[in-house]
């Protein structure tokens, strides 16, 4: 059976290895083969188990392993052909040797290889659990949106082009003077584009993975949280838990008196942004988390309640559909009562009440121009339909539904 998989991403410093070593050392405790493996180019895995990992998987105590992925090797392996190809091409355009190769790596790209070889460890057969310490952003699970174009262009284009280019390369090269790419750069390409649609079967399998959204209770963080929630729903990845790290303890004092009660009302704006997905919260330790006592401390914070390798919640929670002049955007909503609807769209973040609860969701950029019509609240689901043509300068998010 496919190992179950969970990714642990956030906003920078907010505690995504930390949370993701002590889960890995939960479900290594409860006799679980697991494998905690960092994607994320600056490793701290290994000062956060104290153990000495590599980039491949180490034994790091019973039952757990740790790997920390090199990027640069990945990136050597995978995509040096297009990397050549594309440096000669910028270097005979008159750009410098050293910006050339940097050019060639698009931003992204380096934690895209190192999330491959999760796939790798996939098909091993070895792991029971493969927990996921990702870089800090969801722009890396965007990327994993590409996998439909990927499909498309290994279907559709490559058998031809491939033709066309073994035809047109002398005469490129002769008349054009710009060097046609090999056969190696379209075998990267294509071996880059098979790679990111198993991926992706391996996110989408929403029985076996999903994603945990690391935060603190600060307002700036959940922003950010939010819009990832947002897209990762949006690209019909699962949130099945997201988790409230650094909360300041009742004990904790007059001079954080104040910040405590901030934070209080921040966990309340929390549960109602990601409801029903269920939220883990350890508190502000009186120390750092390093180590595996520490480690264990925080696991059994945030799984007081909670088997670690357990799916938390399965369902997709917002859908939306983009047409030329209105969109629709289907939300769950855990609101009990139907009551009367209100909804107030600022900027990109949309205010929905039902009878006297309330949520906010933040929009993708694609609604910029749209203005909500219309909702229904059926079924514990909200249909919100939004009128107006998208800004000319838009593109158009990806349909789905
Ligand atoms: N609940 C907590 N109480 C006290 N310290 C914590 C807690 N959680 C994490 N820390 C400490 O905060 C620091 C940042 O945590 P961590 O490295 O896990 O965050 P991160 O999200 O992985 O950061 P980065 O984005 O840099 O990878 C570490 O020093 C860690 O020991
Ligand atoms: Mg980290």
Redesign the pocket.
Known sequence: MRPRTILYT????????????STARRCAASGLRTLVIST?P?H?LSE?LAAELSGEATQVSDHLWGQEVKAQEEMEHHWSGVQEWLGELLIERGVDRISAEELTVPPGMDELFSLLRLQAQHHTDEWDAIIV?C??TGETLRLLSFPDVARWWIEKVFPKERQIMAAARPIARSLLDIPLPSAAVFSDIQRLSENLIAMNEILRDRERSTIRL?MNPDKMVIGEAMRTFTYLNLYGYVTDAVVV??IFPEDVGTYFGKWRRLQQEHLELVESAFAPVPVLR????D????GPE?LDR?GSELFAAHEPEAVLYSSITQELVVAEDHARLWLALPFADKGEISLKKIGLELIIGVGDQKRTIILPPALAGFRPSEATFEDGALEVTFDGAPRPSQRPEPRRR
């Open positions: 956030g906003k920078g410093g907010v505690g995504k290895t930390s949370v993701a070593a994320d600056a701290s956060s310490d870089a800090p690391v790290n650094r350890a508190p502000y330790f120390q750092e988390v390093i520490m925080l």
